[in-house]
């Protein structure tokens, strides 16, 4: 049986204040401190979770420790980083630091939130030096975004744990559930900071290909809008880059 995924989107980071994208790998706001408090008292299924996978940008790795603290420091559960969760627009807000300091910082800012969490269930193998590069499979392209986000399905899909939480991005997470559903335009996303949804693979998904659909409470969400792809024209500072963009919408309309 493929796991039950937890996505959540990550707490308020600092570029969430006042549009301030500026802000390269923004922490969390002392706000956003709190919403993972408050997401740890109704998220039910703490006790559950046997991993958690979590994009590298600080603000998700703040969110995953803050929200998780508890079940860290008592079950030990492994952490791995995931750069294909990274956020999908090349803003200074989503570009992440070199591996070293990423890899360097992160148990810190777990460690402030789950003291007695052992670091050595930090996986940070898969935070590469092109991890914050923007380019290939990270690139603020169409056609990248949905190739990464179609192998983190994927790969999920194959891990061995039952019950998996996912802690990234408001815009890459509609690319990877494939899912529009109370998307905002001008947001870039349907997700508030720190909400979650419980997901589980479609049934006709299989290792090379798979799928998720919505299940349980979380399923009361908005009609999908018109304009799949807004966020990327939101977010994207290079001309160059949106013009890459419509043309492949174009070549895909035809």
């Not at 479609?202 to 399923?219: F, I, K, P, W």
Request: with cysteine.
């Amino acid at each position: 049986m493929p796991p039950t995924v937890y996505v959540i989107r990550h707490a308020q980071g600092e570029h969430n204040v006042n549009d301030s994208h500026h802000l390269r790998d923004a922490l969390l706001t002392e706000t956003g401190k709190r919403q993972c408090k408050e997401l740890q008292e109704k998220f039910s299924f703490l006790q559950d979770v046997e991993v958690i996978l979590t994009s590298p940008l600080r603000r998700t790795v703040q969110t995953a420790a803050r929200t998780f603290a508890p079940e860290l420091e008592k079950r030990q559960i492994p952490i791995v980083l995931v750069p294909k969760a990274q956020e999908i627009s090349s803003l200074a807000c989503d570009v992440g630091h070199d591996a070293e300091v990423t890899i360097t910082e992160a148990p810190k800012l777990i460690s402030d939130a789950a003291p007695s969490w052992d670091a050595s269930n930090l996986d940070t193998t898969l935070v590469d030096d092109s991890w914050n590069s923007k380019k290939g499979i990270y690139a603020s392209n169409l056609s990248a975004v949905h190739q990464r986000a179609a192998e983190m399905r994927n790969w999920i899909y194959n891990r061995p744990e039952k019950h998996i939480a996912l802690v990234t991005h408001g815009g890459f997470l509609h690319y990877f559930t494939e899912d529009w559903r109370g998307y905002v335009k001008g947001k870039g996303t349907g997700y508030l900071n720190c909400e979650y949804r419980k997901l589980e693979f479609t049934e006709d998904s299989n290792e090379t290909e798979s799928h998720l659909h919505e299940c349980g409470s979380t399923l009361e969400k908005h009609a999908r809008p018109a304009g799949l792809d807004d966020h990327l024209f939101h977010e994207s500072e290079e001309v160059g880059e949106a013009l890459m963009i419509r043309k492949e919408i174009s070549k895909q309309e035809r």
